[in-house]
């Protein structure tokens, strides 16, 4: 039977974007990730798998992203995005991987015919308009239509793909245009803070990214009910992206960007964002000048809190119930926190394990460590909200502030311009500064590391990323070890972005835990083999 693919055209255009012959890709936590210099194969079939996914979910609407991320800028990646804002279902993570292995212009055909005829996917089915970035040739092979979303954050692109896909439905998303979503941020949080004194400016470092052109817009839409102070905003800069800045280097390294040195006074509160707006760290100064990390648990403590509270203002505590999403990377001290108060669920490494279990809930706050989350409230509960007649003014007050907070936030992924906003109604709401935030529980110290390996693959794991299953007996030599650390928690799990393992250790003492880490590190490389040059120190 002739292939319905349009096979000359995906084979011609296939003959320009080579596929490196000793390479393999694998669409990991977030997408394709990996050096630059070797991604264009990869970005022209990823315009393929796109198109197939639309036509697969007829004609909707797909999302695909180009960025680095929290990277160095030589790296770089590719990820899509389904119809509703969210990562790609994971069934299609394997297709494609596979049709980005596929070594031939015969292969990837073949490959593709797998994809087609395993999704059912009815390739004669029109195209309706789509919004793809940059993967032209692709969509060319395809004959399918793009919309250039332009240089833009991760979360906007999320919050673009839904909005098209619920254009005049009554769950429309909103505007779907980036002028669209700077309305509706700052529409909804210039709603939750009306009455309150404004805070103090809030400084932020935009890791050179793309959330530095982002920011300054928010900054404009958001008038005199929040001043923002941008530092590292060159986008253009060659090799700044990422580099001393941004949230995964405050997060790793536990400590301030030297840039912001001279820049934040003690008590001012700062954030960092990483290079493509989706994970958010604050931090502050305290009057000694020592450096204080408010990071993603510190962040879901926070809001997780400052929900309960409007739910129970509102008479809807019966009715509405809260629960917390974390990883294995948790800190120790924000599980019991959060455990002592409502439900908390750890599961897997990666935004769209979060969002799948906070989609359980009837608001779920999820929370990555790094920064990367966000919160769901549920279909049932938007209605809940819309419908619910309150009988006081208070109660009146604390649903209006819940309907807002459901505007505010960006239900599609973590967007850290819009949690940003969310900490700032929060502590605005409650006359919070730094340390009154902070002091919601104490941190236990904590350290991360990472090893090359030889074959990151050989480790596997269960129990949420928490105990390895392979390579055998390595999970046994860890739980010796971290018995003899006081308040000991370690785990090792591969990189689903990196080609690296990762460790991580806790302990009642920083050094306790940096020894930890150190050595569970020794013994990964021990097992594994790998560059004792790259060994962690
Ligand atoms: C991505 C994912 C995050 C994940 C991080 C690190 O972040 O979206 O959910 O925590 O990678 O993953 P891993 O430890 O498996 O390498 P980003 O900000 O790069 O999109």
């Not at 790296?75 to 994971?90: Q, S």
């Not at 819009?418 to 340390?435: A, C, F, N, Q």
């Amino acid at each position: 039977m002739p292939s319905a693919l349009p096979v000359e055209s995906i084979k011609l255009l296939s003959g320009q974007h080579h596929k490196p012959s000793i390479i393999r890709f694998q669409y990991g936590t977030a997408g394709f990730r990996t050096t630059a210099s070797i991604l264009d194969s990869v970005l022209f079939r990823v315009g393929i798998v796109a198109a197939l996914r639309s036509k697969k979910l007829d004609g909707r609407t797909i999302g695909v992203m180009v960025t680095a991320s929290h990277n160095p800028e030589p790296d770089n990646g590719v990820k899509l995005v389904d119809p509703r804002g969210e990562m790609l279902e994971a069934s299609w993570e394997v297709h494609a991987t596979t049709i980005a292995n596929a070594s031939t212009a015969d292969d990837l055909v073949d490959a593709l015919e797998v994809l087609v005829q395993t999704a059912k996917i009815d390739l004669h089915a029109p195209f309706w308009p789509s919004l793809v970035a940059a993967l032209e040739d692709g969509f060319k092979a395809m004959g399918a239509t793009a919309r250039n979303a332009g240089v833009t954050t991760t979360p906007i692109l999320h919050y673009l793909v839904r909005s098209i896909n619920t254009k005049g439905t009554k769950y429309s998303y909103g505007e779907d245009t980036e002028a669209g979503y700077f309305a509706k941020l700052s529409t909804s949080y210039k709603k939750l803070v009306t009455g309150k004194a404004v805070q103090p400016p809030l400084v932020i470092d935009c890791a050179n990214g793309v959330g530095a052109l982002a920011a300054k817009t928010l900054n404009e839409s958001l008038g005199n009910t929040l001043e923002l102070v941008l530092e590292n905003a060159s986008t253009t800069t060659p090799g700044a992206l990422n580099n001393a800045c941004g949230a995964d280097f405050v997060k790793v390294s536990q400590k301030i960007p030297p840039s912001l040195a001279n820049v934040l006074q003690p008590g001012q509160r700062a954030c960092s964002l990483d290079g493509d707006a989706d994970r958010l760290i604050y931090y502050y100064l305290d009057d000694r000048g020592a450096f204080h990390m408010l990071d993603g648990d510190k962040i879901a403590a926070l809001v997780a809190a400052f929900i309960i509270e409007l739910v129970k203002v509102a008479g809807l505590e019966e009715k509405i119930k809260v629960g917390v999403v974390q990883t294995a990377y948790a800190n120790g001290a924000s599980t019991k926190y959060l455990q002592e108060r409502l439900p908390v669920k750890c599961v897997s490494t990666g935004v769209k394990h979060l969002h799948h279990a906070a989609e359980r809930y009837n608001v779920g706050v999820y929370f990555e460590a790094n920064g990367h989350g966000t919160v769901l409230f549920s279909q049932p509960t938007v209605d809940i909200l819309a419908e619910y007649q309150p009988s006081t003014p208070a109660q009146s007050r604390a649903v209006e502030h819940l309907v807002s907070l459901t505007e505010l936030i960006n239900q599609t992924v973590g967007d850290a311009l819009s949690d940003m906003l969310l900490v700032e109604v929060v502590l605005t709401h409650k006359s919070y500064r730094g340390e009154e935030w902070d002091s919601l529980y104490v941190d236990l110290p904590n350290r991360l590391a990472k090893c090359s390996v030889p074959d990151r693959n050989a480790f596997k794991t269960e129990d949420a990323e928490r105990r390895l299953v392979s390579p055998p007996g390595l999970q046994a030599r860890i739980d010796e070890l971290v018995l003899r650390y006081q308040g000991g928690r370690s785990f090792v799990r591969p990189s689903g972005t990196e080609d690296v393992v990762r460790v991580y250790a806790e302990a009642s003492l920083k050094s306790q835990a940096d020894e930890l880490a150190m050595r569970v590190a020794g013994l990964v490389y021990d097992e594994a083999g790998g560059d004792p040059t790259s060994r962690p120190k």
